[in-house]
């Protein structure tokens, strides 16, 4: 298959930790799209991937079933990359070692057939892996998804080589390019797990909304951020119930309060790291909420950052995956 066209009708998966997104694509051309949210979390819980299997033949028949042109011709084939290729998901798939571009990430896809989903062929895309598992695996870091979507952003123009991605999804992730356009490593948190934890399974689930809002009041924000600073973030968190008792803030300044604590948390972590500089500009991608919280605190350390509206970041993931796909070969 190596050399197909972006023309070429294609089914794409993107498979997380909490949601699953399924697309029919031509091209750039969204036929048809679906979605769910179940994750590799599920099949951690469960102890299978029962489930999963289950979502993605229903994802991948109803976007088949969509009313479309008569003259799209079906799709040949599926390509996935997340976590779909962890030892949750389908199909484990090895990460490939930093740096990885374009041609380690086509070269390292793998196909499969998982004929109780679907009768056609699958190719699963494998994660970067920074570092050395073995060695100290404390020092390493590992991702897979964002490879893909790094692919999509340097293809589109939306991240220069050189540049850092920091991706705050489920995982918040810090992702370095080189100068070839390749990923070069990678930092990794839990912070956007955490963040729903504490929003929906502690004793702070009654002093936020279970509902991100739509903005933060970046005054709130700092406060966190301040706080987080003096007094660590498990201190900073058990303040968000304080500020609650105090009957003088509102939920969505507590959980303003709440995103800023990780967000210093966060950021001074990566500073050590050397993975953000004031020297390598920043894409940032998640919610227009978080994105605006996050440039506007990498700009106080003096960090020039552009987020991603979210709409576009859906069209350099499947950029991304058309990218491979036209590299990979059939096998």
Not at 7 to 35: E, M
Not at 194 to 216: E, F, G, K
Request: hydrophobic share 45%; net charge negative; with cysteine.
């Amino acid at each position: 298959m190596s050399g197909e066209t972006d023309n070429t009708p294609a089914i794409f998966i993107d498979l997380g930790t909490t949601n699953t997104r399924v697309w029919l694509a031509q091209g750039q051309t969204v036929i048809a799209r679906a979605q769910a949210h179940l994750g590799v979390r599920d099949s951690a819980r469960d102890g299978s991937n029962q489930r999963l299997c289950e979502s993605l033949r229903f994802l991948i028949d109803s976007v088949l079933r969509s009313p479309r042109d008569r003259s799209v011709e079906s799709p040949s084939c599926i390509i996935g990359a997340g976590m779909i290729t962890s030892s949750l998901g389908l199909a484990e798939v090895p990460h490939v070692p930093a740096p990885a571009g374009i041609g380690e990430l086509a070269a390292a896809t793998k196909r499969f057939d998982f004929k109780q989903i679907t009768s056609l062929p699958v190719f699963l895309v494998p994660g970067v892996r920074t570092g050395s598992l073995a060695n100290d695996a404390t020092q390493a870091d590992i991702m897979r998804g964002e490879e893909t979507l790094c692919l999509g952003l340097l293809a589109m123009g939306k991240a220069a080589t050189g540049s850092v991605v920091l991706n705050l999804g489920s995982h918040w992730k810090a992702i370095r390019l080189d100068s070839d356009g390749r990923i070069a490593g990678s930092v990794t948190s839990l912070a956007g797990e955490m963040i729903y934890a504490a929003q929906t399974a502690t004793i702070l689930a009654s002093s936020v909304s279970a509902d991100r809002p739509p903005s933060l009041d970046q005054h709130w924000v700092n406060k966190g951020m301040n706080e987080q600073r003096r007094s660590g973030l498990a201190r900073a968190l058990f303040c968000v119930r304080l500020l609650d008792l105090s009957g003088l803030t509102t939920p969505d300044q507590r959980i303003a309060f709440l995103v800023g604590a990780f967000i210093a948390s966060d950021m001074d972590a990566i500073l050590k790291t050397g993975a953000l500089t004031t020297t390598a500009p920043v894409t940032l991608i998640g919610t227009h909420a978080l994105t605006e919280a996050w440039r506007a605190a990498l700009a106080e350390a003096g960090i020039a950052s552009v987020p991603v509206p979210e709409p576009e970041t859906e069209i350099a993931l499947l950029a991304g995956l058309q990218e491979i796909l036209m590299r990979i070969e059939w096998k």
